[in-house]
């Protein structure tokens, strides 16, 4: 029987599948990296969210590991060049969450053009003011998606109904406009945009890719958002975008200073940057739950079951 170990929690769709045919599950999730260090030479599979690097050292111990699944998009824990190169295939699901990120990018826009979260608290404290929240509306606007995979492609299509203008870049992909999107070169972004929208995972390359040059490259003020990665956007420049008015706000449902595993934001709430961000009425915030619905918990769990079937 193929053992498989999960390091992290799935919806338990995974692992009953996955006993029901043949695999025999553990979930351990409280493993630390030198009790993973010690076990992983007996497991044909391990699932994985975020909260562990799966690093050259660590595969090297992994003898018997043939893939590695990971419940959500991102693969950056993952040293998955390596994993391949020794023949273990490495598997992750956005096709499982990209309706919520999707769904959530354009949820976080339309509260921050008509300042619902700032009426809210302000109703809720016997503050009835109505000029003071007037909107504005995303029609005639012009969207830019940067990276046009599985999750740009989703919010490009909940954008379709509000008549406005969307331009996908993707320097990885060539031919790609359809029904909800025209391709674009950087520099069409940087001279029509009203609204940027970040899908891109993080790599070396794209590692603080949004910072001062890249704001002053808009021929006009922008509208930010980031569902992708927090480390992709450099926070410190973003603030003094917002100062100079190269960018009329933004929404953030990721941070650069999230640590590995997402959970700990201890160092933002420390930082200066981040109190001006928090402060700001032009600002919408949410914990990296962009992907994290009920619904995308068990389509994620049933990406991966079809995945791990294809190759065993």
Known sequence: MKKVLFIDSAHPFLNEELQ??????????????????????????VVIRSKVQL??????????????????????????????SIGIKCLHAPEGNRDAVGE????????LFNNICKADAEVRNGKWIREGNRGIELGEKTVGIIGYGNMGQAFAQRLKGFNCKVLAYDKYKTNYSNEFSQQATLQNLFDNCDVISLHVPLTEETAFFINTEFFNSFKKPIYIINTARGKVLKTADLVKAMQNKKVLGACLDV?????????????????????????????????????WTHESNLKLAQVLVEKIFKIN
């Open 20 to 45: 029901k045919n043949g695999f025999n599950c553990d979930l351990f999730y409280t493993l630390s990296y030198a009790e993973i260090e010690n076990t992983i030479v007996n497991y044909h599979g």
């Open 55 to 84: 690093d050259k050292h660590l595969l090297d111990k992994a003898k018997n590991l043939k893939f590695i699944a990971r419940v959500g998009a991102g693969m950056e824990n993952i040293d998955v060049a390596y994993a391949e």
């Open 255 to 291: 941070l650069e200073y999230e640590e590995g595993s997402f959970e700990n934001l201890q160092k933002a709430f420390e930082s200066e940057d981040f109190k001006y961000l928090a402060q700001s009425n032009n600002v919408v915030l949410s914990p990296h739950v962009g992907g």
């Open 104 to 111: 959530h990018a354009l949820a976080m826009l339309l509260a």
